[in-house]
């Protein structure tokens, strides 16, 4: 038996992706163990929802700390105390410096809701909105001292309906990322995933486009032909 995946997993808010992530450890589709939720505000319903399932929790308050490079010295040290293969970061709304980068460059990821490169940083469905796009989507990328800019390992698109306001994108969506960000860290468990310089690499074969998640919740994958 190949060993579980250690995961770290570091929230602000809600923490709906994280609880995706929970529902599919608990049905054994996920091979990973979520050994540390780390969120960055206290008292949120992530939080709540890593404590009813019994996880290792943690609250670091940025506010806390003099300065970011402080703050991210501190939550590198939090995040390597559990020596994690692989930290997600869910909904967590801190840009990430060198300190807590540089250690764990190369097995940290970011779920971003936007079809990247498209709409980087924040309100990226009215980005989307203003921008006529027909589509929107979210994005999983490997986190570099880029903002949203690191390599994108797998995307989900939703058509952009006629009536859409930022809100409906954002339902809408929300449950796609859920499946997305599974299906993501379910590659990563079975360690077919890998970051090398700006490229991203799945069963050793440089991927040239990103996983695009299918409507049975996997990517479909076939490794192009030789
Ligand atoms: C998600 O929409 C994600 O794309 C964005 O923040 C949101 C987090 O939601 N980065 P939740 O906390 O997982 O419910």
């Not at 498209?118 to 490997?142: E, M, V």
């Not at 986190?143 to 994108?152: H, I, N, R």
């Not at 309906?161 to 809100?167: G, I, K, M, Q, V």
Request: hydrophobic letters at 40%; one cysteine or more.
């Amino acid at each position: 038996m190949t060993a579980l995946l250690k995961t770290t997993v570091l929230i602000s808010g809600t923490g709906s992706n994280l609880q995706a992530l929970i529902d599919a450890c608990r049905t054994g589709r996920l091979e990973t163990d979520i050994i540390h939720v780390i969120s960055n505000v206290p008292d949120v319903k992530g939080l709540a929802r890593a404590e009813s399932a019994g996880l290792n929790t943690s609250v670091l308050q940025h506010g806390r700390f003099s300065d970011r490079s402080d703050f991210d010295r501190a939550l590198s040290l939090l995040v390597g105390a559990g020596d994690p293969d692989l930290i997600v970061l869910a909904g967590f709304m801190r840009i990430i410096g060198p300190e807590l980068l540089t250690p764990f460059s190369g097995r940290m990821i970011n779920l971003h809701p936007s079809l990247l490169p498209l709409h980087r940083g924040t309100n990226t469905y009215q980005q989307a909105l203003n921008a006529g796009d027909t589509q929107h989507g979210a994005s999983i990328h490997f986190v570099t001292a880029e903002l949203d800019g690191g390599p994108v390992i797998s995307q989900v698109a939703i058509p952009v309906l006629p009536d859409d306001d930022r809100d409906s994108l954002a339902q809408r969506l929300a449950p796609m990322e859920h499946r997305l960000i599974v299906a993501t860290v379910e590659f990563f468990s079975r360690h077919r995933v890998e970051c090398s310089g700006a490229s991203v690499f799945v069963d050793g074969k440089v991927l040239t486009s990103p996983l695009r998640l299918q409507p049975d919740g996997g990517f479909g994958w076939q490794a192009p032909a030789e």
